[in-house]
């Protein structure tokens, strides 16, 4: 259900300033550490996709900004500046407009300095088999999918519901029958749905099978089964299957799409090495706190992550790269990002200073660049709080519920299971004013487990009966959410 609020900060845009290649490139780091830590700053409306996406834009792309920022030839800087950022949006539609979007929020028009766009085409696997591309959900698109698949005759392998800020969305798995031959024994045809504003919800995997799909120009609506339902402003599917290529699409596809060939047509990656050796210590840090932040996109570790303390520690970093790299000198620009390092040790706090020098010993070798305060009398096994105390709170948000079916994955059998992320409010020594904070739990062979959308519908009474580590169930809102383990919970619901 979507959750009535004001307007996002960054909906609040600056005056378009001329672009600096450079600044922009800053900027865009810059934008990524804010939007992570927004969508962290209340873990009630925790965005756990915002978190995932705005930190992967750098898995490749913080060596080659740090390439760009060091020297202190104004015009070299542009050139490298534009060079990246050129690279960052050939890498697909999606960080192209997230470039420009991050861009003109922090006031700069990106466009002139991007190369022009290229039109999408579907891509050929390593076999040189056409790909299924990932459509939007339109009723000419659904209806596309009716002479190759049998959606009537579908079943849910997974769902998850999610909140996204103050939006839910949903992504769903489903098993779909083949209308056409294939040439050898295949793994099912799994058809992905995204769907985004999800505004209702019932589902009970009792009783899945049989899938209607009406995508409206306003909303989509799919039934599952004789009982179970989802509704959404909109949405996005993809097929995962194969032997998609001898499908009739599949086949219409392959005659309009061009052979592989070695060369992608991406533009060429730009540099990332030569850098001096502090710098390159700065680079590898920063470049294992994305890591460590994307890592949200397994479920498990979303409540170990320390996304504000990583956030606060690197504020600031776009600008602070860009004046240090500016040094003239060899010397005198190591030295900059020597102190640049320890700057953002000075802001995460001692939890963070000691991660960085783990950090910078494993990747650099060389722990000794922050001075290590000592470990307290108990320290946690990660950055984030140590373990909780055993009572269950009497509220709880749920943040994410997710379903799997008993399955085959890759000859291994997978039982049925069930996770949720709740957000739990203060314990009783830190007061009504603390901090809520993110739990992850999960069980296998849940019976039964029932999601209702007013599950989602803020803090509400939460109840847990049985022993968490044998035979147990959740309730939220009265039954909105109900789940039940016969063998516990993979961690403490408190």
């Not at 040439?183 to 995997?205: C, H, N, Q, S, Y």
């Not at 690197?314 to 020597?338: H, M, T, V, Y």
């Amino acid at each position: 259900m979507s959750i009535s609020a004001p307007p996002p900060s960054d909906a609040l845009r600056s005056p378009m300033r001329p672009a600096s290649a450079m600044s922009v490139l800053a900027a865009l780091l810059d934008r990524s550490l804010d939007q992570m830590a927004e969508a962290a700053a209340d873990v009630r409306l925790f965005d756990r996709e915002a978190i995932r996406a705005a930190s992967d834009v750098w898995d490749n792309n913080l060596f080659p900004l740090f390439w760009a920022a060091s020297t202190s030839n104004a015009g070299r800087r542009e050139r490298r500046a534009r060079i990246v950022l050129g690279w960052m949006a050939g890498l697909g539609e999606r960080r192209r407009g997230w470039m420009t979007e991050q861009a003109t929020i922090a006031g700069y028009d990106i466009e002139a300095l991007l190369p022009p766009a290229k039109p999408h085409t579907p891509g050929r696997n390593y076999l040189g088999h056409v790909m299924a591309p990932q459509c939007r959900l339109t009723r000419q698109n659904v209806d596309e999918l009716a002479p190759d698949y049998d959606l009537a005759m579908a079943s849910v392998r997974h769902l998850s519901v999610e909140r996204a800020g103050t939006r839910l969305t949903a992504f769903l798995q489903l098993v779909v029958d083949r209308k056409f031959a294939v040439d050898e024994p295949a793994p099912p045809a799994l058809l992905e749905v995204w769907l985004d504003g999800v505004t209702d919800i019932a589902f009970d995997p009792s009783g899945t099978r049989g899938v209607v799909l009406d995508a409206g120009v306003r909303e989509i609506g799919m039934s599952l089964g004789p009982g179970g339902r989802l509704r959404a402003a909109g949405g996005e599917y993809r097929l995962d299957d194969r032997s998609w290529h001898l499908s009739t699409a599949g086949r219409r596809a392959d005659a309009v799409t061009p052979p592989r060939t070695s060369q992608s047509g991406r533009p060429r990656r730009p540099p990332g090495k030569g850098l001096g050796s502090d710098a390159y210590a700065a680079a590898a840090l920063l470049r294992h706190a994305m890591l460590e932040l994307r890592s949200v996109r397994y479920a498990p570790r979303a409540d170990r992550v320390p996304v504000l303390k990583l956030c606060r520690a690197f504020s600031g970093a776009g600008e602070a790269i860009l004046a240090a790299g500016a040094q003239r000198g060899a010397r005198r620009r190591d030295a900059a990002f020597l102190d640049v390092i320890r700057t953002w040790a000075d802001q995460g706090g001692p939890d963070i200073t000691r991660w960085f020098s783990a950090t910078l010993g494993a990747q650099v070798g060389r722990p000794d660049i922050v001075e290590t305060p000592p470990a307290p009398e108990r320290t946690p096994s990660s950055l984030a709080d140590g373990p909780p105390v055993s009572a269950t709170p009497a509220q709880a948000v749920l943040v994410m519920a997710a379903w799997t079916a008993a399955h085959i994955d890759y000859e291994t059998e997978r039982p049925a299971a069930a996770q949720l992320q709740l957000a739990l409010p203060p314990r009783a020594h830190e007061g009504s004013s603390g901090p809520w904070r993110l739990r992850t739990v999960g069980c296998t062979e849940p019976k039964p487990f029932h999601l209702h959308a007013d599950a989602f519908q803020g803090p509400g009474p939460f109840v847990q009966t049985g022993k968490p580590t044998a035979a147990c169930s959740l309730d939220l809102h009265q039954g909105a959410l109900f789940i039940a383990a016969a063998d516990g919970w993979t961690a403490s619901v408190s």
